[in-house]
């Protein structure tokens, strides 16, 4: 799990301006696209296109796997989020715009299948519930109801308290560095991404990339306060990993989610990483449900 240079960030509600180049790749039909200001790799071939979007510390390496598992039979569309390399916020508005974009440009014509994680399911989220009819299915990896009062009511003391630790450490070490001293912001950041069991390299961790922490603390760039709560509508996959010291979600999301039609639940013995720390059969479970439930996608 490595992180590369992000591009520019989205200028929102601006129409998508895309250039194509061909990737130099063993991959089927890859190519890298520029819009909205923002590199798009997208690679594989097939008539459903599966958006990838990550969270925190990653980037678009983060689906090298699961791209490379999925390619034979789906177009895979994975970006890196903007500004992780630059000292400044993207809005949520300009967030959600930024994915609508991607998706249009790159699957105008049908509804796209989204895989997510961490802040990425937060964005992906947002994106799902202002332009339902762009969703096909989707695919969330271990945050599920993060803003619901069920949510905060089913933590213990403990789980809320080291909650705020870790997010509101980060987003101190985002004003840190904004503000201060890159250096001492990017030891705070990758002592604390060691401490969680972050698998990326800590010379590819920035404190730039903790905007979302200063959102959520600070209200950075608007926050979070305008967030919908996350109802699915659609086909979902949840799958998060039980080795943890607090969860995502609330027990009474993942029965919600295993009861709706055409949605499973599925808990991996790893931490919040799971796509990283058991690619194998997370691949296999990804990929089973997408042809499970590929009919629903028209």
Not at 136 to 145: K, L, S, Y
Not at 156 to 185: D, E, T
Not at 190 to 218: D, L, Q, V
Request: proline content about 6%.
């Amino acid at each position: 799990m490595q992180t590369s240079q992000s591009s520019a960030p989205s200028s929102g509600a601006a129409a998508p301006s895309v250039s194509t180049t061909p990737v130099a790749s063993a991959l089927p039909a890859a190519t890298l696209q520029t819009i909205s200001g923002v590199d798009v790799l997208i690679e594989g071939t097939g008539p459903h296109t599966v958006l990838m979007v990550h969270g925190w510390p990653d980037s678009l390496r983060l689906w090298d796997s699961t791209a490379s598992a999925l390619q034979s039979q789906y177009r895979c569309v994975r970006f890196t989020l903007p500004r992780f390399d630059l000292g400044q916020a993207t809005s949520l508005v300009d967030m959600v715009a930024l994915i609508a974009s991607i998706a249009d440009a790159v699957s105008p014509n049908a509804p796209v299948t989204l895989l997510m994680h961490d802040w990425g399911c937060i964005f992906g989220y947002e994106f799902a519930n202002h332009h339902p009819t762009r969703i096909a299915r989707v695919m969330a990896v271990d945050i599920g109801d993060h803003n619901s009062g069920t949510y905060l009511k089913s933590l213990s003391a403990s789980a809320k308290l080291s909650i705020f630790v870790y997010q509101f450490w980060l987003a101190v070490a985002w004003q840190v560095g904004r503000h201060a001293s890159p250096a001492i912001a990017n030891r705070m950041t990758r002592w604390m991404a060691h401490t969680i069991g972050c698998r990326a390299k800590p010379s590819s961790i920035s404190w730039a990339m903790n905007y979302p922490y200063a959102m959520a603390w600070f209200q950075t760039a608007g926050g979070f306060k305008l967030a919908k709560k996350v109802t699915p509508v659609w086909p979902l996959l949840y799958i998060y990993g039980k080795r943890k010291p607090f969860m995502f979600q609330s027990p009474r999301w993942l029965a919600d989610v295993a009861a709706r039609a055409h949605s499973e639940v599925q808990a991996f013995d790893t931490g919040h990483w799971v796509m990283v720390q058991k690619p194998e059969e997370f691949n296999a479970c990804v990929s089973a449900w997408l042809d499970k439930t590929r009919v629903l996608a028209g």
